[in-house]
């Protein structure tokens, strides 16, 4: 009877354990994953150390790697065109969007990883170049979201193969670069060239991936990547739109242009450079009808891929001074499932989808919303709804195109 007891406690406590580690934010807070498309990210908030570096001024290590960019033969696989086929293949299979996860599934035959880094670019919107204020989302100071060895505490080196070897030792073959915090092309073309070449000289990295603004891409930035194009890698712009109405980027403080966006984009498709957009739901005063037609005009544009997510309200930003004015409310959950399935719907059937959520902003520094923005638990909210309305991505856009 005692061994029974203790056999009894001894599970209780360690069911109780698991609850515990399972249910605390602690996890949560300090060490998720998430899913870039088909790439998984590990992040870690702990970013207090990352710093603001001038880009022109990083000296790039280039100590004990190889570096010989890889000769195009070699980069087998590497998208070069979207190809619809295959997208119509997703719809056909049952799918709903047109998911970037899936369709790289199809066209890869090895595994794939975005490695985020962390090359300390600042802004011309903070620097004092446009203005110092930023746009009125983006904190004043440091970065929202850190990954662990995304972090200018790191030398880019180690950034890159502390990851690459992690994501080895997990099966990953092959990698992307990530430039991802701050304006990543904020640098002269000399410079930036230096930083791609560097970060393409391993040997298992097929591209770049670029987070960037839209005014900041001039053509001297443009010849570089399209020449690595050439070369048989695989270049991403990240593109920070948000909404393609003027109106609007002026209340955000974007201060640039929609003809910026326009420009970027169309350039970027004469030159075989992908172009993945990220656009924003629930901005301050975007009727329905702005956003639809936000979705109709990048479907018009042929942009390669988006990604949608709701405004989020961060702590250290002029966005938080309008919340708790009560001049700006967030949408709540069922408004932006709505919302995004509107989008969809009238987006081209042939844009890929590289997620419907905004990263896991830490808990410590989000305001609003509340409801949980994991960009699984969205995805399958807004498949289900979609199903629900028995339609799919680009319903409507086919209709009004005509
Ligand atoms: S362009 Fe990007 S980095 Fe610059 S202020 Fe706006 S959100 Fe922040």
Redesign the pocket.
């Known amino acids: 009877m005692f061994k029974y007891y203790i056999y009894l406690v001894y599970h209780i406590s360690l069911y109780y354990f698991y609850f515990l580690i399972v249910n605390s934010n602690i996890l949560l807070k300090y060490y998720f994953i998430y899913d870039d498309g088909d790439v998984m990210t590990e992040i870690n908030h702990n970013n207090k150390k990352s710093k603001n570096i001038d880009i022109n001024n990083i000296d790039i290590d280039k100590s004990n790697i190889n570096c010989n960019k890889i000769p195009s033969s070699k980069n087998k696989n590497i998208i070069k065109t979207i190809d619809k086929n295959i997208i119509d293949n997703i719809y056909s299979d049952g799918f709903p969007i047109a998911q970037y996860g899936l369709y790289i599934k199809r066209v890869k035959h090895y595994k794939t990883f975005k490695i985020p880094v962390d090359a300390g670019f600042t802004?011309?919107?903070?620097d004092g170049t446009l203005d110092t204020k930023?746009?009125i989302?983006?904190p004043k100071m440091g970065r929202p979201i850190s990954v662990k060895y995304c972090n200018t505490k790191y030398p880019l080196k180690e950034q890159i193969e502390k990851q690459i070897e992690k994501q080895k030792n997990k099966g990953i073959e092959k990698f992307y670069i990530y430039f991802y915090?701050?304006?990543n092309t904020y640098g002269t073309p000399n410079k930036l060239k230096e930083l791609w070449d560097f970060a393409l000289s391993y040997p298992d990295v097929i591209g770049l991936s670029i987070g960037t603004?839209p005014d900041c891409l001039e053509d001297e930035k443009l010849d570089i990547l399209e020449d690595y194009v050439n070369e048989g890698y695989e270049i991403w712009i990240d593109l920070?739109i948000q909404t393609m109405h003027q109106r609007t980027l002026n209340i955000l403080n974007?201060r640039h242009k929609v003809s910026d966006t326009v420009r970027t984009i169309l350039e970027c498709k004469k030159r075989g450079i992908f172009v993945c957009g990220h656009v924003i739901l629930g901005l301050p005063n975007e009727t329905w009808d702005d956003m639809m037609k936000t979705a109709k005009i990048l479907s018009k544009l042929e942009i390669d891929a988006l990604k949608i997510y709701p405004l989020v309200v961060i702590q250290n930003t002029e966005l938080e001074n309008l919340y708790w004015r009560g001049e700006y409310k967030t949408l709540d959950k069922k408004q932006y499932i709505k919302l995004v399935c509107d989008f969809l719907e009238r987006l081209s059937p042939y844009v890929l989808i590289q997620r419907l959520s905004k990263d896991k902003t830490p808990d410590e520094i989000k305001i609003s919303p509340e409801w949980n923005l994991h960009r699984l638990n969205i995805l399958n909210e807004v498949s289900n709804e979609l199903k629900r309305r028995n339609t799919k991505q680009g319903v409507y856009y086919q209709i009004e195109k005509n």
Not at 123 to 126: A, D, T
């Open positions: 802004c011309p919107n903070k930023g746009c989302f983006c915090p701050g304006t603004r920070g974007r």
